[in-house]
């Protein structure tokens, strides 16, 4: 009995790890698509000339955003 007891603990306490670590994880995929879509906001409201003085063009801006918010995580 005191085998199937503790058995059934370690289930509960791997799914409720599971669980939590799924959550996290959707979190923080939110958190980057939303930093995402921000820079993104951000740097197509530029002007091209704007943009041209920074050393960009329209075509960065997507792999920009994806960059910056890979940076900002790993912090």
Known sequence: MT???A????????????IQSFISDM???K???QMIRDTMRELNALTDRD???IGL?????????IEHAKLINNK
């Not at 370690?10 to 599971?18: F, H, R, S």
């Not at 063009?57 to 955003?65: K, L």
Request: net charge neutral; hydrophobic share 35%; glycine share 0%.
């Open 57 to 65: 063009s329209r075509y960065d801006i997507e792999m920009i955003a």
């Open 31 to 33: 958190t980057k698509k």
């Open 3 to 5: 085998n199937t007891f």
């Open 51 to 53: 943009l041209q003085d």
């Open 7 to 18: 058995l059934s603990q370690n289930i509960v306490a791997k799914t409720y790890y599971l």
């Open 27 to 29: 979190l923080e995929y």
